[in-house]
């Protein structure tokens, strides 16, 4: 899992995953 | 070709087009900066607390959030193996639930700097088959749940 | 040349378009107005896909037309301008009913299917663009894989196929631009008008003219965003003018073409730089109508 600092009270996490033959980061921005 | 940028349309052409109809610059009426301030990610998430409390304050939210974890190795206090339950309707409606499995582990960076590390572990369903497909997988419920988790203990701490 | 980028089209899935790595941003439908605000512009980007996390599932594709369709709602409303910090996500289909505005758009379609049926999808949607979408086996979850937009097919075409160079006839033959009913502003005009284009027609452009129908400049969906960035919705009485003193210094400036100039042409220009669309315009700077990305597609498609 990546996180980022918390801005404007919201929190981002993302995680990176293998799609078929490709890589796709899925960011996923939610509130505090 | 015909095709070029339209040189009214550049912003010190349009500023300098204002100033000759009386409108000077003002705080109120300059550029907006939209700079993508560089996002800087990292692994996991940061602590400088005491090894244990990290690991009890982590239990701790475990449990507010009503999740299960197996009993920790002896030789290994830093290592949690988590299940959660995740209900949510399926395309028909009716509420499913899943059990997502998760694996957080604490890694010590230098003295007193410590990293929580999330890690999907699949999902855990009454007798469904070994992952058939490991590479279409939606890592949304485990993003959820890792916001759950992270904002508890910030809220916590 | 058009049947063979045709042919092209039906031999490759929107999947093929995606690059070895990427990124996509899900936005929690939880969020505020001004939170999403700053994350997409913090992205440099003005859509994203919704998520819903309680029902664990997509919930639409927000675009700028939402955020313009509010900015309409709140111009309407002075009294609740400060709503922008509380309004969520959520709360926007209730928002564009209250309007009559079309709701946040929800169509969806697989990675893997051809990228011929995507552009479909692409030129019917609202804001020109679909997400794609495939389903967990395991759990039914859906994963939102990524967002095709009419730009990057149109480039994804640019830089394979070499018989856009074949697209020589004049657009001014083809009958390409929308020249008929085109919503213009001057320097003066109300910033609140301009809005109420943007979202009452579902444009995502104004060009500014002067009193001889000379083309000054335009006024973008994207730049109410920012200036909604800078100063909330407070400043809709702003003339074009000033709003447009507001506009990041990194703008790219507008891009004209002339009705002599081909698609072949154009599909050189989008291999190279960022194009959004190109204003045509006469010998004298005139304007003469706009050519969209989505009128391009349309006539690759169809034509």
Redesign the interface.
């Known amino acids: 899992?990546?996180?980022?600092?918390?801005?404007?009270?919201?929190?981002?996490?993302?995680?990176v995953?293998?799609?078929?033959?490709?890589?796709?980061?899925?960011?996923?921005?939610?509130?505090? | 070709s015909r095709i070029a940028i339209l040189p009214s349309s550049l912003p010190q052409y349009h500023l300098a087009y204002m100033q000759t109809h009386g409108v000077a610059m003002s705080k109120k009426l300059s550029p907006v900066s939209v700079k993508k301030s560089k996002i800087r990610w990292h692994f996991g998430i940061r602590s400088r607390s005491y090894p244990l409390d990290v690991v009890s304050e982590i239990y701790r939210a475990l449990k507010n959030l009503g999740a299960e974890w197996a009993r920790h190795r002896n030789d290994d206090l830093w290592t949690i193996n988590v299940r959660w339950r995740n209900e949510a309707p399926n395309d028909q409606g009716e509420m499913v639930a899943e059990l997502l499995k998760m694996r957080i582990q604490l890694y010590q960076l230098e003295q007193n700097n410590y990293l929580v590390d999330f890690k999907f572990d699949g999902f855990e369903n009454k007798g469904a088959a070994k992952r058939r497909h490991d590479d279409t997988f939606s890592a949304y419920p485990f993003l959820r749940f890792a916001t759950k988790l992270i904002l508890e203990l910030a809220v916590s701490s | 040349a058009l049947q063979s980028i045709r042919e092209f089209l039906q031999s490759k899935t929107s999947y093929d378009v995606l690059p070895v790595s990427f990124k996509i941003v899900m936005l929690d439908t939880k969020l505020t107005l001004k939170g999403t605000l700053l994350t997409l512009l913090q992205n440099g980007i003005i859509s994203a896909p919704l998520w819903d996390s309680n029902q664990s599932r997509f919930a639409g594709l927000l675009s700028s037309q939402d955020f313009m369709n509010v900015a309409q709602y709140l111009i309407d409303r002075p009294e609740k301008a400060e709503e922008i910090n509380t309004i969520t996500l959520d709360q926007l289909a209730e928002i564009e009913s209250t309007i009559g505005a079309r709701q946040i758009e929800t169509s969806r379609i697989h990675p893997f299917k051809s990228l011929y049926e995507t552009c479909q999808h692409i030129v019917e949607s609202k804001a020109h663009r679909v997400p794609l979408i495939d389903t967990d086996p395991e759990t039914g979850r859906e994963i939102v894989v990524s967002v095709l937009t009419q730009y990057r097919v149109l480039r994804f075409v640019a830089l394979n196929c070499k018989e856009t160079q074949d697209l020589k006839i004049p657009i001014k033959d083809l009958n390409l631009a929308t020249r008929e009913n085109l919503h213009t502003a001057t320097m003066d005009t109300q910033l609140a008008d301009v809005v109420g284009a943007f979202s009452k027609y579902g444009v995502s452009c104004v060009p500014i003219v002067d009193e001889n129908n000379k083309l000054l400049n335009v006024y973008e969906a994207y730049d109410v965003m920012t200036l909604i960035k800078g100063n909330g919705f407070s400043d809709f009485s702003l003339s074009i003018g000033k709003a447009l003193m507001r506009r990041p210094q990194d703008f790219e400036g507008v891009i004209t073409c002339s009705e002599h100039d081909s698609v072949a042409h154009i599909m050189e220009t989008i291999r190279r730089s960022r194009v959004l669309r190109l204003c045509m315009v006469d010998e004298e700077g005139k304007l003469l109508g706009l050519v969209t990305l989505v009128d391009i597609l349309n006539y690759i498609m169809f034509g």
Do not use: E, F
């Not at chain 1, 899992?1 to 995680?15: F, K």
């Open positions: 899992l990546a996180t980022t600092s918390i801005r404007h009270n919201v929190l981002a996490v993302a995680s995953s293998r799609y078929s033959s490709k890589y796709v980061t899925q960011i996923l921005y939610t509130p505090l």
